[in-house]
């Protein structure tokens, strides 16, 4: 019996006759069957058998390895797709956000009362009364909005009673501009009395109804445009590289945190 490494086995035929009829040729060195040899080919241990045990090895753990980076690369999909609208940042846009008629209709608006004009005040004045001065009927409207967005739960949800205050605002508060040649600023009654305001207007209701739910917010004037920006107790993705997030409440189609692609953050004060 012969052995090659591809494992063939020569079996003798008992017809076969001489050594001459099996097919040995000694001058090429090479094994020849002949004619009347019957050839069977089976699979035999491997000549290195610990060559075989090495080659499985690395095939198992080449196909472990290929399956952990699947594994890897699925678990990433789902952190950075699906966890964090879900369970770091449940509160990315309420879902469901009080309007001014759901507010008339509990009898919010209609027990407001109007404060007078400060017109004998500066702007940057009335701007700093506004946001810091307390009503009993705002701090209600302002806990109304944020604990139907925000359901109870442990711990800090003060991101969320900001994107639930900073969407009412938005939603429902129209962008209309001052009389001509006439700076108005707009007290948060008269804004959610009338549903209107300009941007002014809307960053003073937008800072009064944060500072009524704990949350410290400051002004942004800038030449022809005013915005807000609040700081948080816990930091958040949304902050600028100072600690406070930006919130332009007369932009309709700016998200929390985030201003129109017009405004050039220049601003000659920050209040």
């Known amino acids: 019996m012969w052995t090659y490494e591809n494992t063939l086995f020569l079996v003798k035929n008992p017809k076969m006759k001489d050594s001459k009829e099996r097919g040995l040729n000694e001058k090429n060195n090479q094994i020849r069957a002949p004619k009347d040899t019957s050839i069977i080919y089976e699979e035999s241990t491997p000549i290195f058998p610990e060559d075989s045990e090495n080659s499985q090895t690395l095939d198992e753990n080449k ?75 705002l701090k209600t409207i302002a806990d109304y909005i944020a604990s139907q967005v925000c359901p109870y739960k442990k ?45 002014d207007g809307i960053s003073v209701l937008l800072a009064s109804l944060f500072t009524h739910i704990g949350i410290e917010s400051r002004y942004l004037l800038l030449k022809n445009h005013i915005f807000i920006e609040i700081k948080l107790k816990n930091p958040s993705r949304y902050e600028n590289k100072d600690g406070y997030i930006p919130l332009d409440a007369a932009c309709k189609d700016c998200d929390f945190g985030e201003l129109p692609n017009s405004v050039k953050i220049e601003p000659l004060a920050l209040i």
Do not use: M, W
């Open 155 to 199: 711990g800090n949800n003060e991101l969320c009673y900001a994107k639930a205050i900073y969407f009412f605002v938005r939603d429902n508060i129209q962008y209309i501009p001052d009389p001509v040649k006439t700076e108005f600023i707009e007290p948060p009654q008269i804004t959610l009395k009338s549903g209107s305001a300009d941007c």
């Open 63 to 137: 196909g472990f390895f290929v399956r952990l980076i699947a594994i890897l690369i699925a678990v990433s999909i789902i952190v950075f797709f699906i966890i964090p609208n879900s369970i770091f940042e449940p509160e990315n846009k309420p879902l469901k956000i009080p309007t001014l008629k759901e507010l008339n209709d509990k009898g919010f608006l209609s027990n407001l009362s109007i404060k007078p004009l400060l017109t004998n005040q500066s702007i940057v004045e009335q701007l700093l009364i506004h946001r810091t001065r307390i009503s009993p009927e």
